[in-house]
């Protein structure tokens, strides 16, 4: 499938948006992207935002969006909002997608596209959905060497050493953690050996 990442995919998020704000109210801004896909090193989007107490909203956007291959041409897009009423109170509110009618938190203006829809309209995912377990487990641990200060890592490698600004306790549960993670990573490897040979 194709990834928002390698579309260059502008990503919406309406739960980000409308944090905090109490309706009835009304709220224009800027939001902006930056990027090398950029011609002009940003996408801009303005946007003009409006929040009923019944639990509806309007989503105005204006753009023109220089992307990565294709501009989208000067745009003005009229989005729904819906909310729920969630358990610890507030609203929590929900774009509907402009061209399928799904409700989604995110909405998506991949390269090629000229409108913001869901992510689900466009058929999009995310890299990390094509990534095997052990893809996944080499990321954690990746990501916890880049705590400590290191951003090699190798499994044959030493463990890094305590970086001086940090406690000995943190420094101690991450490396439990790159220890635990490492195993399962080692496990994981094993039994895909294993599968292999029994293919064969």
């Not at 998506?108 to 052990?134: E, M």
């Amino acid at each position: 499938r194709v990834t928002v990442e390698r579309t260059g995919a502008l990503r919406l998020d309406i739960d980000r948006l409308t944090r905090g704000l109490v309706p009835p109210m009304r709220s224009k801004g800027v939001l902006t992207w930056t990027g090398e896909g950029f011609p002009e090193g940003c996408a801009v989007v303005n946007f003009d935002l409006e929040l009923n107490p019944w639990g509806r909203g309007r989503l105005l956007l204006a753009f023109d969006i220089g992307h990565l291959t294709q501009d989208t041409g000067a745009q003005t897009q009229s989005i729904a909002l819906t909310s729920i009423a969630p358990p610890f109170g507030g609203l929590r509110w929900f774009a509907l997608c402009p061209l399928r009618g799904f409700r989604s938190s995110k909405l998506y203006l991949p390269n090629g596209a000229h409108l913001f829809a869901s992510r689900r309209t466009y058929h999009l995912a995310y890299a990390s959905q094509s990534v095997d377990t052990i893809g996944r487990l080499e990321g954690r641990v990746r990501r916890l060497y880049r705590k400590l200060g290191q951003d090699c890592y190798s499994p044959s490698a030493a463990l890094p050493p305590r970086p001086k600004h940090m406690r000995h306790a943190t420094y101690s549960a991450l490396m439990t953690e790159i220890q635990e993670t490492s195993g399962m990573e080692d496990a994981a490897a094993f039994e895909n050996t294993l599968r292999l040979l029994g293919r064969s």
